[in-house]
């Protein structure tokens, strides 16, 4: 059978610094075996290609050009599907908006995750039937089935099946567990192991959304509900339109929200903001949290009625403390993955090492493992990896402010630590340069210089890279909170 032939079109190299058409490309050719895919990547539209392209990924010079440059690739590869990249902070989201509806069949933002790009691959792959039950496609399957995420334990392994195993129904789904163990990774195996696959996998943070918000963003609103509000838009919920809605963090949602949300729940009806009648969505939620639900609802927090609504089906994930066997399968594939992707080649382990990795307890579950290894993949100086290589905390150091302190100054100077952490190292990586630290972060120059000066950071002699030692609170903070792939 024919390979997958994949074009990548960096039309504007200069737009993504991180180079993340160069990420895709080996990102692609790590996963697949050499006999199921084959990558050309070009600056130029190329008049002729070796093969007839499966899937064109192209980075356009802007997103106005695509309504010449879509139609253009149409006509020279008649069925290739086409994936646009846009860089975050270069395009405003109307903008892609706008792009979408050049007939690309789906994009990506840059920096994406590398779990982003192969359900969209397999969407197109298999929910399109262009190329149906191909071997390829059926590879590329694979890469997201359960065989292929690292993890062996039994605890494991039992959540593993029985989600997959009511994957094919349309019953809610309730996911438990603490932060760091994976909740979106298992809802995604759901949704990709589903009937609804070919159908959008829409994530939604509830607790990064504020309460004014949440109704609009989750429902959309019409033309003038608001003032700015110039046009309609959709919400996520008509985004997700017969695939999967997932509701991250459900125990955040105000009391107000929980009432829109059990009515939504109930017959699947909503209404956008500003709009006179009803809709209906076919949609499936799946729900997580890392909070108690039902001490929430003795607590009068949540709402006893939503509560029974989303715990159909539900099921806890363990702790990676209740998982130690994976802790090696997990370093190893940690240890490939970034050596690979920051060219620093392959690592070994001395078993006194894997002994302190072993022997830590993980509060921050896998992100964190995940955040150590990464860490210590950029600051290692040779391939053999020795205990004082690997920086943890101390299991029994404890911050002062969380001590006595409120929620409220715990909350606040928790923050205080994670933002000082990021910036520190986000400088460091990057050399001190503010321009490109901006852009990694998603902000803009002056916003993000406000930051550092706030933190003091925005001299040279401020970035410190050894800043993850410089506390316990602010060292988990920063693991919980950065955006890492979510991996087992």
């Given amino acids: 059978m024919e390979p997958i032939h994949v074009a990548i079109l960096e039309l504007d190299p200069k737009a993504c610094q991180e180079n993340h058409g160069a990420r895709l490309t080996m990102l692609l050719r790590d996963v ?3 006999s199921a895919i084959t990558v050309q990547s070009f600056h130029h539209l190329p008049s002729k290609m070796c093969s007839p392209p499966t899937l064109i990924f192209v980075r ?5 050009s695509l309504s010449e440059l879509v139609p ?8 290739a599907a086409i994936i646009g990249l846009f860089c975050t902070g270069k395009y405003t989201p109307a903008a892609v908006s706008r792009a979408l509806r050049t007939d690309l069949n789906d994009f990506l933002c840059c920096p994406f995750r590398d779990f982003d790009v192969f359900p969209r691959m397999q969407q197109l792959l298999q929910g399109n039937g262009q190329t149906n039950t191909t071997p390829q496609a059926e590879e590329v399957h694979a890469w997201l089935r359960p065989e292929g995420i690292v993890g062996e334990s039994k605890p494991f392994l039992q959540v593993v099946e029985h989600t997959l195993r009511v994957a094919s129904s349309d019953a ?7 932060s760091g163990t994976g909740k979106e990774l298992v809802a995604r195996a759901v949704h990709y192991g589903s009937p609804r696959r070919s159908k959008p996998f829409v994530p939604v943070n509830c607790g990064a959304l504020p309460d004014h918000l949440v109704e609009n963003e989750l429902f959309g609103h019409t033309k003038g509900a608001y003032t700015d509000a110039a046009t309609s838009e959709k919400g996520l919920v008509a985004e997700a339109e017969e695939g999967t809605l997932f509701l991250d963090e459900v125990g955040t949602l105000s009391a107000s929200t929980q009432v829109k949300l059990l009515r939504f729940l109930q017959d699947r009806a909503y209404r956008p903001v500003g709009s006179a009648r009803s809709l209906t969505a076919n949609v499936r939620i799946i729900a997580a949290t890392n909070a108690d639900l039902w001490q ?5 927090q949540f709402r006893e009625d939503l509560y029974y609504r989303l715990h159909v089906l539900a099921f806890r994930l363990p702790p990676l403390r209740e998982r130690p066997d994976d802790i090696p399968r997990l370093v190893a594939h940690f240890l490939h993955r970034y050596g690979t992707q920051y060219g620093r080649g392959s690592f070994q382990l001395s078993a006194d090492t894997l002994h302190k990795l072993a022997a830590y307890p993980w509060p921050g579950n896998v ?6 290894i990464q860490r210590t993949v950029l600051l290692a100086s040779s391939p053999g990896l020795r205990p004082q290589d690997i920086e943890l905390p101390s299991p029994h150091q404890e911050d002062p402010m969380t001590r006595h302190a409120s929620f409220r100054e715990a909350k606040a100077h928790a923050i205080e630590q994670f933002e000082r952490a990021y910036l520190s190292t986000l400088l460091s990586v990057h050399q001190g340069n503010i321009s490109q630290a901006a852009k990694h972060a998603g902000k803009e120059r002056r916003a993000f210089t406000r930051l550092l000066e706030k933190y003091a950071l925005h001299k040279p002699r401020s970035i ?16 919980y909170l950065m955006d890492s792939v979510l991996c087992w």
């Fill in 32 to 34: 697949l075996s050499p």
């Fill in 60 to 64: 356009p010079v802007c997103a106005e």
């Fill in 72 to 79: 253009c690739l149409r006509k020279r590869w008649r069925g």
């Fill in 172 to 178: 809610t789904i309730l996911l438990a567990g603490e």
């Fill in 296 to 300: 929430q609802v003795q607590a009068q």
């Fill in 367 to 372: 992100r964190e493992l995940e955040a150590v």
């Fill in 464 to 479: 410190c890279p050894d800043v993850f030692t410089t506390g316990h609170t602010a060292l988990l903070t920063a693991f």
